[in-house]
T-cell receptor, first 115, second 113 residues
Framework: DSGVTQTPKHLITATGQRVTLRCSPRSGDLSVYWYQQSLDQGLQFLIQYYNGEERAKGNILERFSAQQFPDLHSELNLSSLELGDSALYFC??????????????FGPGTRLTVT | DQQVKQNSPSLSVQEGRISILNCDYTNSMFDYFLWYKKYPAEGPTFLISISSIKDKNEDGRFTVFLNKSAKHLSLHIVPSQPGDSAVYFCAARGTGANSKLTFGKGITLSVRP
């Protein structure tokens, strides 16, 4: 158990809809990262937050947005969903203040299926 | 453009033997390399890392070797155990404004009893 929790575990929705994925980092970790893993792909970095502020952006679509709240939990919002958005979405946290923590702790992921 | 490549999608080895997982990269500005292990229905778990200024790092049964001139790193597992069967991701960290982690597609390791 990494200490990072993600909800929901599974999500099935239709094209055009909007969903919110939630992540609670390990106790004490200030950095939260979001990754997308599509079929046969490695983990693609989406975005990082540190103590409530956006720190780094990766291959995140404009239809996607994220935020980190004062209690440090984070939400990833995906809107106008397309079939190609079906993937595993992972959240990770780390203690390091740098742009990318060396040791990131991953949650179990949310499997999103868009039909 | 895939900057971190794991060209072999799978590897099968006998229990007790050595497992060698390979990874190639193209960006010479990476300053840290990491290996993560992932079991089904779980998130990736950090395994071992190596700084770009080193050529070897060892932790128990796991050793990572870095060859900067060849832009190649490898993870050695000795001896391999059935519990090592998992997907292994190689990752690299950039420097400065681009210090995100870039992951390879992963290698599925199967250790046969």
């Amino acid at each position: 158990d990494s200490g990072v929790t993600q909800t929901p575990k599974h999500l099935i929705t239709a094209t055009g809809q909007r969903v919110t994925l939630r992540c609670s980092p390990r106790s004490g970790d200030l950095s939260v990262y979001w990754y997308q893993q599509s079929l046969d792909q490695g983990l693609q970095f989406l975005i990082q937050y540190y103590n409530g502020e956006e720190r780094a952006k990766g291959n995140i679509l404009e239809r996607f947005s994220a935020q980190q709240f004062p209690d440090l939990h984070s939400e990833l919002n995906l809107s106008s969903l397309e079939l190609g958005d079906s993937a595993l979405y992972f959240c990770a946290s780390s203690t390091e203040a740098g742009l990318a923590g060396i040791k990131q702790y991953f949650g179990p992921g949310t499997r999103l299926t868009v039909t | 453009d895939q900057q971190v490549k794991q060209n072999s999608p799978s590897l099968s080895v006998q229990e007790g033997r050595i497992s060698i997982l390979n990874c190639d990269y193209t960006n010479s500005m990476f300053d840290y390399f990491l290996w993560y292990k992932k079991y089904p229905a779980e998130g990736p778990t950090f395994l071992i890392s190596i700084s770009s200024i080193k050529d070897k790092n060892e932790d128990g049964r796991f050793t990572v070797f870095l060859n900067k001139s060849a832009k190649h790193l490898s993870l050695h597992i000795v001896p391999s155990q059935p519990g090592d069967s998992a997907v292994y991701f190689c990752a690299a960290r950039g420097t400065g404004a681009n210090s995100k982690l870039t992951f390879g597609k992963g290698i599925t390791l199967s250790v046969r009893p």
